[in-house]
């Protein structure tokens, strides 16, 4: 199983713009599907994840943010609007699936230019 994630770029201040994520392989029930982000010199940090029906976000996203899951296809987006320069991160797909396997994006960076 693998996730390949879409997207991310160079952005200026006050841009938008859209990470996809989808699932190559078979998996037999995906508990929660999200996004994470490592700035450089700090700690991988949660975005948004997506479980049960709900999608909670780090208070630093909150609508600016939005996580978008089809669940047929076994996808997840992100949408970011109105980006800061503090966004700038590498930005990993993260998915949780039964019974408990943890799997991870290749990242792919974001850049927001001030």
């Known amino acids: 199983v693998q996730l390949v994630e879409s997207g991310g770029g160079l952005v200026q201040a006050g841009g938008s713009l859209s990470l996809s994520c989808a699932v190559s392989?078979?998996?037999?029930?995906?508990?929660?599907m999200g996004w994470y982000r490592q700035a450089p010199g700090k700690q991988r940090e949660l975005v948004g994840i997506?479980?049960?029906?709900?999608?909670n976000y780090a208070d630093s996203v909150k609508g600016r943010f939005t996580i978008s899951r089809d669940n047929a296809k076994n996808t997840v987006s992100l949408q970011m609007n109105s980006l800061k320069p503090e966004d700038t991160a590498v930005y990993y797909c993260?998915?949780?699936?039964?019974?408990?396997?943890?799997?991870w994006g290749q990242g792919t960076q974001v850049t927001v230019s001030s």
């Open positions: 997506s479980s049960g029906g709900s999608t």
């Open positions: 993260n998915m949780n699936s039964w019974p408990n396997n943890e799997y």
């Open positions: 392989g078979s998996v037999l029930s995906i508990n929660a």
